[in-house]
């Protein structure tokens, strides 16, 4: 038989089971604040992941303007971009030709034309191709004066490319010393604009 509860017992048994309710709640809100915290935690870390991702990324472009800026300023002070620099490519043309000693250089170049943009790759899009074409007509000793003309417009302000050459011996028959070599060549001169299309929609 269980023996009589006392009151001392009941209020003893009572403030044991408001302390088991008071402990029970603390573990359950301690462990509701500890997924809170970690949630927030990992919430955090994530953003972080985000920002330093951003901070990379705008680095990088930054470093990539940089890059293609100072690409751009090159080409621009090497007369690529912009208007063409004849009076530079004529210079170079006579001193060559003047260290060398060379009797005969005649030179001509055409009017400058745009090249259709139907030729142009779609990823040039918005830019303005331009050519003109020079001719080099040339008495000479040897090729090597040819050479040092076409190194030599290397260094000139501009693009060009040479779209054709014919070398030949003025006399087949007999060796003779001096300037016995023609030279005709047709070089393509190139320079680079941005369009009004291209600027329309970059706006």
Same mark, same amino acid.
């Given at each position: 038989? $269980? ?102 250089? #005649? ?5 400058? #034309? ?30 090597? /004066? ?7 417009? #290397? #260094?000139?302000?501009?693009? $060009? ?39 329309? /929609?970059?706006?």
């Amino acid at each position: 038989m $269980f023996e009589r509860i006392t009151p001392e017992l009941a209020r003893a048994l009572i403030v044991f089971a408001i302390m088991l309710v008071i402990s029970l709640v603390m573990v359950l809100a301690s462990s509701a604040y500890l997924t809170q915290v970690s949630d927030e935690q990992m919430a955090a870390k994530r953003a972080m992941r985000i920002w330093q991702t951003k901070i990379d990324n705008s680095v990088e472009n930054n470093q990539i303007i940089d890059e293609f800026e100072s690409n751009f300023l090159r080409l621009v002070n090497q007369g690529v971009v912009g208007d063409e620099d004849r009076l530079s490519w004529f210079e170079t043309i006579q001193n060559t030709a003047r260290k060398r000693n060379m009797p005969l250089v #005649k030179y001509s170049i055409s009017t400058q #034309k745009s090249l259709d943009a139907q030729n142009i790759k779609r990823e040039f899009q918005g830019i303005n191709v331009y050519k003109s074409v020079m001719t080099l007509d040339i008495d000479m000793a040897h090729e090597g /004066d040819l050479f040092a003309i076409l190194n030599d417009l #290397k #260094k000139a302000d501009g693009l $060009f490319a040479i779209d054709s050459c014919d070398i030949e011996k003025i006399n087949k028959d007999i060796q003779i010393e001096g300037n016995n070599m023609k030279a005709y060549c047709e070089l393509g001169w190139y320079t680079f604009k941005g369009s009004n299309a291209g600027r329309k /929609d970059a706006g």
